[in-house]
């Protein structure tokens, strides 16, 4: 039963992540694109794992997919500087896409996938004995992978401080009033009663 | 208790970090000492236990001597970027705190890099690394160039994290474990290899192709080295390279030493691309820092050489040739740091000409670094070349061999039209001399390097073969 609707959900990422890429509409493709994803993480609810799956609905939908919005709807661009050059990186396109899905073909279909036995973390046997997924990636991901997760805080940190490099600048170009200014303010000083 | 230079470096790096807040704005010099203090003092932890070997975090990471030899090195790199820093006179826009605590990032970056010791710490550690250059690259927001640069930089590095990623899901995929130890023991187990794993290896060597820029995946590389600000070029064209070339040693050597066989015809390839692409495509180039670009590809191509046969002398020889490429690099790096004209950078070559007239030492020692890039033989790029030739010689590569040698022909070609520019064209207009004594003095040392190896070439190759024995003897 699963397998078919990992089929059905499949079919339905492909279609319409290549409408992403054809529609015409600049916000359409983004309704697309968060279509894909909720798509995604059903397919992760297929296989257990919930807390993936919320995590793809709240990080992708909730914060990337929305941003992507924004920017698009601020950037105004046109249909025709989107389909600028389509034509012409088309058949590279085409040369690379022919030569991943031969190589996965011929990966994929000249011998059965084995199923590996000395797998780090077992899920199935992990599943048995403690129910809760979140619980145990909670465990796993402050225990055994503590310096992935401490490196990830890292580059967290670097890509805040390079957001502050890549967006403040030192002279104010903003003709706004700066807010000590304000306070000082009398209401004597501009309010004249003739 | 686990004392790793990377552990020291990071805590140091949040100390300067904090300090950096009280600094005020135009005594950002301060934390350029401060973190060149920092990194003569992990550079003392890192040969501490140079001669140590221990698979350290759960496995994730392991130290041992090739890594910290190799984590020495960047440190220098590094180092003398800072050194840099400090002494040579800034855009009004590099004069930020932010600029040298990047720097510090992005070696802790890479020294996580090079002794990362399974594929998820190696994937977190490269990003680390990467998108602490993008920010570099794009660090002086008035020039366009630099912005230009930033994105080209950015979205190249993006696919090459997406098909690393998916080579290391296939390989995780077979094995069920990222670690390089557990794959090797896959691998010793298997009695044939499945396609499977070639195809994962395939990815994660175009992924790092990417980001050594070895052709056909060197597209980036002149644009990017000429946008970025010189400062950032001497550092993307130094520390990173040395970073990932200790990846590459490690991943082919150890977990996919068994497919040799498989990988050793793509680096063949790999390697005869880059020579023929870093030759020719420099022949026409005008401006310096894009002939840099198009050097680097050359020399990436020289070195992939040396690891297609994949033995302990083959290493020793990329390890004596990287030695070698970073002096030479940092040496021609720090002149165009200070070509300038009416206090405005240039980096033309025709801006080279009459050199030797205003300034003899320095179109002396400029000389000496183009022709060691070159090849002529006293002087050290020589010494390089030639071991790397040897080993692939020695392993009946010769038509490898025979390819190697007429590019680097038609790159001494180039090098040497630099040079005759410098000593024989008539100036056209003077370049502001060399205000700082500290980058003369620098400069002459980089030239009399290079000129002396030639007397003691027997300490680098003791020192660089017992480094690699590491690699091979304690597995």
Partial sequence: MTIYFFYFF???????????ISSNNA???VLYLIFTFFNSA????????????????????????????????????????????FL????????????????????????????PENVKINVNEAML?????????????????????????????????????????????????????????????????? | MIYIPEVFMSIGFLII?????????????????????????????VLKDIFLFEEIFNNFFVIDSFGSFLKSVILICAGFVIYFYIIVKNDSSLNRSEFSMIILISIIGMMLMVSSNDLLSLFVSIELQSLALYILVSFSKEDFNSSEAGVKYFVIGSLSTCIFLFGSSLIYGLVGSTNFSEISQFMSDQYSVPLLLVVGLIFILVSLSLKISAAPFHMWTPDVYQGSPSLVTAFLSTAPKVAVFGVLIRVLVYPFGEIIVDWGKILVILSIFSMLIGSLGALRQDDLKRLMAYSTINHIGFILMGLVPGSEDGITAICIYLIFYITMNLGVFLFILNMKRDQLNVTKIKDLSGLYKTEPLIAGCLALLFFSMAGIPPLAGFISKLLILNIVIDNNLFFLAIIAVITSVIS????????????????????????????????????????????????FLNLCASITLSLFALR
Avoid: C, W
Avoid at chain 1, 48 to 60: D, G, K, Q, R
Avoid at chain 1, 158 to 166: E, K, Q, R
């Fill in chain 1, 10 to 20: 499949s079919f339905l990422i492909i279609s319409s992540s290549i409408l992403v």
């Fill in chain 1, 27 to 29: 916000v359409h493709s």
């Fill in chain 1, 42 to 85: 059903i397919l992760f609810l297929l296989m257990n794992a919930e807390f993936l799956a919320m995590t793809i609905v709240i990080v992708y939908v909730g914060a990337i997919a929305v941003l992507f919005l924004f920017v698009v709807m601020m950037l105004n661009i046109t249909e025709s500087e989107i389909k600028e050059g």
């Fill in chain 1, 88 to 115: 012409k990186y088309f058949p590279f396109g085409l040369i690379l896409i022919a030569i991943f899905i031969s190589e996965l073909f011929l990966v994929f279909n000249f011998q059965n996938f084995p199923i």
């Fill in chain 1, 129 to 194: 004995t403690e129910s809760s997924n979140t619980k145990l990636i909670g465990l796993f991901l402050y225990t055994d992978y503590f310096i992935i997760f401490q490196i990830s805080g890292f580059i967290l940190l670097l890509a805040m401080i390079g957001a502050i490099v890549l967006a403040q600048s030192d002279e104010r170009k903003l003709k706004s009033t700066s807010s000590i200014n304000q306070k000082k303010v009398r209401k004597k000083d501009i309010i004249k009663l003739n």
């Fill in chain 2, 17 to 45: 970090l904090i300090i950096s807040v009280f600094v005020k704005k135009n005594q950002n010099i301060v934390l350029g000492y401060l973190s060149l203090l920092l990194i003569f003092l992990t550079q003392f932890f």
């Fill in chain 2, 412 to 459: 001494a070609f180039y090098y040497i039209r630099l040079v005759k520019s410098m000593f024989f064209d008539s100036p056209t207009e003077e370049l502001d001399l060399l205000t700082n004594s500290q980058s003369k003095l620098l400069l002459s040392i980089f030239g009399l390097f290079n000129l002396s190896v030639i007397f003691y070439p027997q300490f």
